[in-house]
């Protein structure tokens, strides 16, 4: 069986400027990276025309180590929508180089339904991810410069300094570190640490602004610390926001790309689901319904994560609302969540896959909470079983939900034509908007327990001393009308990972509670998710090369 990687060789790319040119964008506005990559810049964006269009919104059961393929289905989807006559882009985010050298080893889909040129969007594509490492940690440096210098500082406490640094890349042993030794010409010494880039609150930024004038009004509004006299300070008491705008002059302008099929792929930003909010940018969807008539789009992780962030905060501060969404599941990861070990899930067993559905079930129920229809695509292995097949439509057919299998993997667009059939007739039916899980006015704790008892699952939420004293501070910076966006483990539906299926009668622990009064929300952390992962103890990078001729391999 070919890889994702040599399939991906097999496929001639086209100009970007055909690509542009399916959107009717003209080749003057394009900002040129090579042959097969371009920038496209926000004028192009027209709201009245946007309302138009239909947003269709990805999402999955809970995530396996056996793999949910939700970007290949987004891909396919996309693929689908096309072939049966609907204008439709992918709109996605980019990928991170921790999970590439990390787990995934790549982020572009797989098989016939992939993003590219794939080595490109998985490596350094067009140095998004790099300026918004470098418009973080100048911040950074304005800090510790601020609190060295005596005589022009804003008598800054560096205890109370919440703002890290980032890098793109898994490395644990800088989640916590001391900065300025050395002796006086080096710096104040304190305690900080590094996050990854995905997590960075510029990031979030960057995916929530309209236009460059808003994400410099954000960035301002990054929340620093306090004084030794108690008074808060922004980012914009440094004089930093500017010069930090400035290096994301060209980030903030979504990618264009191309499928597998030629079908345009606009990739932009790149937040985690389970440390952020999970979606790509605000921009690049607009874009997308501006210049089609369809965008297919997808959220981080589980719908009780990146969808639910997707729907309570992009949505509502960019005024969409998905036209349809679908559940990614495979017959694989059924079989994980009712009990199989991973050695074992190639082999037929339909029982098990009855007893995995119960997570199925859990994500059909925050659908409609939300008062959406879902439509459940089964993404198909080649060691899916009609049998175990079977089993998931029955479920489906019981729940009330329209399924259709997907092998989008091995067909691309041929494989999605049922889906995508199922899709167009959810969304051209659809006359309503969403009901979110919790407003925005609501007391912190309201909003958290809303998320963890409705989407979760869960009993009861404990507080710790430091998230009781986080909230305290957030009420006291007129910040507890935000909306929250929590980090849990992607995989469970508790903060517990070894709780697979559907977890009950559980307690929701929230660590502490970080504020990004910048991006627009604030971030309670549950159970040992960190904002720096760590890597494998096999990591992909071991099996990423490039030989002599500079053809790169490993990437899957």
């Given at each position: ?7 991906a ?5 086209k100009h970007?400027r055909e690509?542009a ?6 080749e ?8 097969y990559?371009?920038?496209l ?12 269009s ?6 999955a ?11 290949t ?6 693929l689908?929508?096309n072939?049966i ?9 980019e ?14 889909g ?5 993003v ?8 350094h594509f ?8 470098k418009?973080h ?15 022009s ?16 890349m898994n490395?644990r042993?800088?989640?916590?570190i001391?900065v300025?030794l050395?002796?006086?010409?080096s710096g ?9 880039v995905?997590?960075s ?15 410099k009004?954000?960035?301002g509004?990054?929340?620093?610390g ?15 926001n ?8 060209d ?6 790309v ?7 792929a606009?990739i932009h930003?790149g937040?985690?689901?389970n ?10 969807t607009?874009?997308g ?5 369809y ?6 992780f ?16 960019a ?11 495979t ?8 009990g ?32 959406l ?9 080649t ?18 939900v ?6 989008v ?8 034509l049922?889906?995508a059939g ?6 051209e ?11 925005w ?11 963890a ?13 430091k ?6 501070k ?12 929590i980090?849990?483990?992607q ?10 299926g559907?977890?009950?009668?559980f ?7 970080e504020?990004?009064s ?12 960190m904002?720096?992962?760590g ?7 071991e099996?990423i ?12």
């Open positions: 069986m070919s890889t994702d990687i040599e399939i060789r097999t496929i001639k790319l970007i690509i040119a399916r959107l009717a964008v003209p003057d506005d394009l900002v040129l990276y090579g042959k990559k371009a920038k810049p926000l004028a192009l964006i027209d709201l009245e025309k946007a309302k138009k239909r947003l269709i919104l990805v999402s059961i809970s995530p396996t180590p056996a793999g949910e393929g939700k970007t289905v987004s891909i396919g989807l996309a689908g929508l072939r006559g609907r204008k439709t882009a992918v709109v996605l985010r990928p991170s180089l921790g999970p590439v050298f990390g787990i995934k080893g790549g982020a572009t797989g098989g016939h339904s992939q590219l040129p794939m080595e490109d969007i998985n490596l067009t140095g998004d991810f790099a300026a918004i490492e418009a940690n100048l911040l950074a440096a304005v800090i510790d410069n601020n609190i060295q210098n005596k005589k500082n804003l008598n800054i406490d560096p205890r109370t300094v919440t703002w890290r640094r980032v890098m793109d490395d042993s800088l989640r916590k001391i300025g050395g002796g006086t010409m104040v010494p304190r305690e900080t640490g590094f996050d990854i995905a997590a609150e510029v990031m979030a930024i960057l995916c929530l602004s309209n236009d460059l004038k808003h994400l009004e954000k960035l509004n990054i929340f620093v306090y004084t030794y006299d108690r008074k808060p300070v922004y980012a914009r008491d440094l004089k930093a500017g010069a930090m705008a400035a290096l994301l002059k980030a903030i302008m979504p990618n264009l191309q499928t597998s099929e030629g079908t345009p606009i930003g937040p985690f689901a440390i952020a909010h999970g979606c790509n940018s605000i921009i690049a607009r874009v319904l501006t210049l089609s008539d965008v297919v789009t997808e959220a981080g589980a719908f009780e994560l990146g969808a639910e962030k997707f729907l309570d905060i992009k949505c509502r501060y005024g969409l609302s998905p036209s349809a969404a679908v559940l990614v599941a017959v694989r990861a059924l079989k994980y969540h009712g199989v070990g991973l050695k074992e899930l190639n082999k037929p067993d339909a029982e098990a896959v009855r007893r995995g559905l119960e997570n199925l079930e859990k994500h059909v129920e925050n659908m409609k909470q939300f008062e229809s879902p439509v459940i695509a089964l993404n198909k292995f060691s899916d079983t009609e049998e175990e097949i079977a089993v998931v439509k029955a479920k489906c057919a019981e729940l009330g329209p399924v259709a299998v997907a092998d993997w091995g067909k691309g667009g041929e494989g999605a049922e889906l199922l899709v167009a007739k959810a969304a039916s659809n006359t309503r908007g969403f009901k979110p899980v919790y407003e006015e609501w007391p912190v704790e309201k909003k958290i327990e809303a998320i008892g409705k989407m979760y699952g869960a009993r009861h939420i404990d507080y710790t001393p998230a009781r004293k986080d909230l305290e957030i009420n006291g910076l007129g910040l507890d009308k935000l909306p929250v966006c980090a849990k483990t995989k469970s539906l508790s903060d517990n990972p070894e709780l697979i559907r977890p009950k009668d307690v929701v622990t929230v660590r502490e509670i504020i990004a910048g991006a627009g929300f604030i971030i309670p952390i549950t159970g040992d998710i904002r720096m992962p890597l494998p103890e096999h990591p992909a990078s099996n090369d490039i030989d002599e001729n500079g053809n790169i391999t490993g990437l899957f």
